[in-house]
């Protein structure tokens, strides 16, 4: 075998050592992406059947604080619940919102309940208009609210963050909301109310707040994504196998 030969033979197998080792790294990502996918509508399936399942069982006491510290997402979300307290207008948040609609804010009204605590109402979604009236606040004195319980969003949306210090917010933080609005962060609810529909005529969100506009249909497309990955994942073996026989015939 002459030099020249030599080096081309071992440049052909570096070619192919190279070639199988970027081949595994994409074929190990795209099968995690596949399997992600498949844990992801197994979570989603199971969201469907808790969701579709709560929301017609009546409505119970919201939880107090003696059961705040116990509650999660899996057990609590999507019930529906009453809770009985005082609005607290002046001290109401924002929080940037898109429906049907179009681009406005979720109004979250503090509620002082009337066991003790504090739980944020979602007063429903307003367009940037409201915000031009003078009296942007409700019914006074005792209330009574229904709608469903929903947890807080610390960690929602990822790509955004709430800014206290502007007030600006994205997402409802009842903790995080509660500190910056002077509440006793110890005694607000980790947990939200959206506050359900009433009867009566349509309204207007630049005018008051609409409610009863909670997600309830939720997307599942896991599995076209998953069959997609794994498919990506077996032209690369498929890819490998061609480029290296390829590559021998060559060098032959």
């Not at 844990?39 to 989603?44: F, I, L, P």
């Amino acid at each position: 075998m002459t030099a020249t030969a030599a080096v081309s033979r071992s440049r052909g197998v570096a070619r192919r050592v190279f070639l199988v080792l970027l081949a595994i790294v994409l074929f190990a990502g795209f099968c995690s992406l596949g399997v992600w996918q498949v844990q992801r509508r197994a979570w989603k399936l199971d969201l469907i059947a808790k969701v579709d399942q709560r929301v017609h069982l009546p409505a119970t006491q919201a939880p107090g604080e003696d059961r705040w510290d116990t509650m999660n997402t899996a057990n609590d979300e999507y019930r529906h619940v009453v809770a009985t307290g005082e609005y607290r207008y002046d001290q109401q948040t924002l929080v940037q919102a898109t429906t049907d609609y179009g681009s406005g804010y979720w109004v979250m009204t503090p509620l002082q309940l009337r066991q003790g605590g504090t739980v944020l109402v979602n007063r429903g979604f307003v367009l940037p208009a409201w915000r031009k009236q003078q009296d942007q606040g409700g019914p006074a004195g005792l209330v009574e609210v229904a709608g469903l319980l929903r947890m807080s969003e610390p960690d929602f949306p990822i790509l955004r963050t709430n800014d206290p210090a502007k007030d600006v917010w994205y997402s409802r933080d009842t903790r995080a909301i509660g500190v910056a609005r002077g509440l006793d962060a110890g005694a607000v609810a980790p947990y939200f109310i959206d506050a359900e529909k009433t009867a009566g005529p349509a309204v207007d969100p630049s005018v008051a707040p609409v409610r009863g506009l909670t997600v309830l249909a939720f997307r599942n497309s896991h599995l076209v994504y998953a069959i997609t990955w794994f498919a990506m994942a077996a032209m690369v073996i498929v890819g490998a196998v061609i480029v290296a026989r390829t590559g021998r015939r060559r060098e032959r």
